[in-house]
């Protein structure tokens, strides 16, 4: 979840600009005409939208004419303007229920793109919320010509962001149509933001880093927000228009080829979407706002008050028939447009209209968020059934139990615990690294559960470890290659448990550059030299074959397992048909002697070290130094 200050620190950087955008045509999901509210309305001479135009721009006659369609109950009049007009405002035409405007443009040329704004009750000129690109007077001046080549100029005399459209766009062929996605129990993701990965924040560069995640054994890419968002750098969470790619990172077609590249090299593309709330500048929270800029309270898609502890953005009202119809709208576009293999949804816990001023009480269990969120699982799993669908939820256990059974995946944060196991401090707050199992938590779905240590929104590991860690005489977490071997311990552990796991970018080299250091979403070092290090690279090689052995040994996917994860000595036993896994770790910073209980005795081989000790009596007493860790096997691992 985003915290209150990383997301207050959005808003304050993103500008609040006049929103407006262009879209080409999509399928509906309910009835066109706008019955998503419950209307008595009747316009003498109103009529209805076309049959087979959809909400946007949808293009007929080979691409010479053009219909724009926007849903706007209650406005008395809505023009267009644009390129095409001289931005002189056409009348359009109102549907019989009052919910809909629409006009036909004929006469354009197929092949020019064209820039475009509607003007509603003569005054508040908007974008098309389902453009699939905007300009913007603010922002795209600082993007450069090698990532978004021939970016259209923004039109001379205008004000405001802008909607574009155009018929003839150059179609991506895709190299790989389409792609087996790895199976969710093997799921290892690697999280990133573009803007912080690649100096240059370019989907064509971020090609080129795809060999490196490759080696690394990851088999699914999670990227933060690429939707359009205010301002050019930023995390993303700041969204505006939820169809319209943000051209700070490159083209429709890069990212297209981005998620080829990916699905060439055998990794799943999954997607942060932020359907919770929208900012100032999103043309749905304009068409129906206060003098104030915040949502009316005829609007029909927002809340007019934030209605839980962590909002900052204008809230979604997910109980409304409109919001509900948009937000599958969004979750359609992207599945079909980008042949994307999953949502992580931003904030999921706030898709709720139930009234909380703690989060506890936010966290506790919701049943109409629940109903709610089986209704999105079942419309995106009715259109791929396969189809990835995290929750940042963090609420009850109760109600992340029936989402998971569903089949949806919880994130579960396990940074606290893994900073004090790495850091050496068994108290304030505790180590126990039991979090890392599903039981745990009362599911009864074992691969629902996505474990990490870090993520975008949590302060980086080794940045705890060399800024506060434990010591005992001359063996100290504070140094950098003693913290860099308890970092490989500590993925040791997240590794061998069941279910889906997760790293943030630059984890698998020790990135400890604070997450506060310039500002919390600011902008943080490309620090790439890390690669060149001998101790970081050797973390490096170190996730590279946990994860490869995640992946290509069943055990590992067990459910049959043991564990003890309180203790200064932490074990995870995994036992299968095929293998049985000791998993040994002393998280401590002096020598421990324990008594191990490996499942059977006989020889058990070391896959870190390739030795082996032969286990002659259970239990089998073990000295370990401070973050000597091990992972044993009856038989050798793949």
């Known amino acids: 979840m985003k915290t209150n200050n990383a997301r207050f620190i959005l808003v304050m950087l993103a500008a609040f600009a006049l929103a407006g955008t262009g879209c080409t045509k999509k399928s509906p999901d309910v009835n066109l005409q706008g019955n998503t509210t419950t209307t008595t309305t009747t316009i003498p001479n109103g009529k209805p939208v076309p049959g087979g135009?959809?909400?946007g721009a949808t293009f007929i006659n080979s691409g010479t004419s053009v219909i724009l369609n926007i849903y706007a109950p209650g406005k008395t009049t809505m023009s267009v303007i644009g390129d095409f007009n001289n931005w002189t405002p056409a009348t359009m035409n109102?549907?019989?229920?009052?919910?809909?405007?629409?006009?036909?443009?004929?006469?354009?040329?197929?092949?020019?793109?064209?820039?475009?704004?509607?003007?509603?009750?003569?005054?508040?000129?908007?974008?098309?919320?389902?453009t699939e690109k905007v300009l913007d007077p603010s922002n795209d001046s600082y993007i450069p010509a090698s990532v978004y080549p021939n970016l259209k100029a923004y039109p001379t005399g205008q004000t405001g962001i802008v909607s574009t459209f155009q018929a003839n766009q150059t179609a991506y062929s895709w190299k790989i149509p389409t792609f087996a996605r790895p199976a969710q129990k093997n799921l290892v993701i690697y999280e990133l933001l573009v803007r912080d990965f690649?100096?240059?924040?370019?989907?064509?560069?971020?090609?080129?880093?795809?060999?490196?995640?490759?080696n690394l054994g990851v088999n699914a890419i999670e990227v933060l927000p690429v939707n359009e968002f205010e301002g050019n750098s930023s995390w993303g969470y700041n969204t505006n228009f939820m169809f319209a790619l943000d051209k700070y990172y490159g083209t429709k077609n890069a990212y297209k080829a981005f998620i080829d590249a990916c699905h060439a090299k055998g990794m799943a593309v999954i997607q942060d979407i932020v359907l919770e709330d929208q900012f100032g500048s999103s043309?749905?929270?304009?068409?129906?706002?206060?003098?104030?800029?915040?949502?009316?309270?005829?609007?029909?898609?927002f809340s007019q008050t934030v209605t839980h502890p962590s909002g900052v953005g204008y809230q979604l009202n997910h109980q409304n028939a409109a919001t509900q119809y948009y937000a599958k709208n969004v979750m359609k576009y992207w599945m079909q447009e980008y042949h994307i293999d999953g949502f992580r949804f931003d904030q999921s816990k706030g898709y709720t209209q139930t009234v909380t001023t703690t989060d506890a009480a936010w966290s506790s269990y919701d049943a109409s968020r629940v109903t709610l969120w089986k209704n999105y699982n079942n419309y995106i799993k009715g259109i791929d059934p396969n189809f990835y669908v995290i929750l940042e939820h963090f609420a009850d256990n109760?109600?992340?139990?029936?989402?998971?059974?569903?089949?949806?995946?919880?994130?579960?944060?396990?940074?606290?615990?893994?900073?004090?196991?790495?850091?050496?401090?068994p108290t304030g707050p505790v180590w126990d690294l039991s979090g890392l199992f599903y039981d745990g938590y009362g599911f009864t779905a074992p691969y629902n559960l996505v474990q990490y240590f870090e993520s975008h929104d949590e302060e980086r590991n080794m940045y705890k470890n060399e800024t506060y860690g434990n010591a005992s005489g001359s063996y100290s977490t504070k140094n950098i290659a003693t913290g860099l071997k308890r970092e490989e311990m500590l993925a040791t552990f997240l590794m061998a448990s069941p279910g889906p796991k997760m790293i943030w970018q630059f984890q698998e080299l020790g990135y400890d550059i604070s997450i506060d250091q310039n500002g919390r979403v600011g902008e943080k070092p490309i620090l790439w030299n890390y690669n060149t290090d001998v101790n970081r690279r050797h973390l490096y090689s170190v996730f590279a074959k946990l994860i490869k052995m995640k992946i290509n040994n069943p055990v590992f996917t067990s459910?049959?397992?043991?564990?003890?994860?309180?203790?200064?000595?932490?074990?995870?036993?995994?036992?299968?048909n095929t293998a049985n896994v000791m998993v040994i770790g002393n998280y401590d910073v002096v020598t421990q002697t324990a008594a191990i209980t490996f499942p059977s005795t006989g020889i058990w081989y070391d896959n870190m070290t390739a030795t082996s000790i032969s286990v002659t009596s259970l239990p089998y007493s073990m000295t370990l130094a401070p973050g000597e860790y091990h992972v044993y096997s009856d038989k050798r691992l793949n």
């Open 559 to 576: 459910t049959n397992f043991k564990y003890s994860l309180t203790g200064a000595v932490k074990t995870i036993q995994m036992l299968d």
């Open 94 to 130: 109102e549907t019989t229920d009052g919910t809909r405007w629409w006009i036909q443009i004929d006469n354009i040329d197929p092949n020019k793109e064209y820039a475009y704004q509607y003007v509603a009750d003569g005054t508040i000129k908007i974008a098309d919320p389902y």
């Open 398 to 425: 109760s109600e992340q139990t029936v989402l998971a059974n569903e089949g949806m995946m919880m994130w579960t944060n396990l940074s606290t615990p893994g900073y004090q196991a790495t850091m050496g401090y």
């Open 283 to 301: 043309p749905m929270v304009r068409l129906y706002a206060t003098s104030s800029g915040s949502p009316a309270a005829d609007n029909p898609w």
């Open 198 to 214: 690649v100096a240059n924040h370019s989907y064509q560069t971020l090609i080129d880093t795809l060999s490196y995640l490759s």
């Open 53 to 55: 135009a959809s909400d």
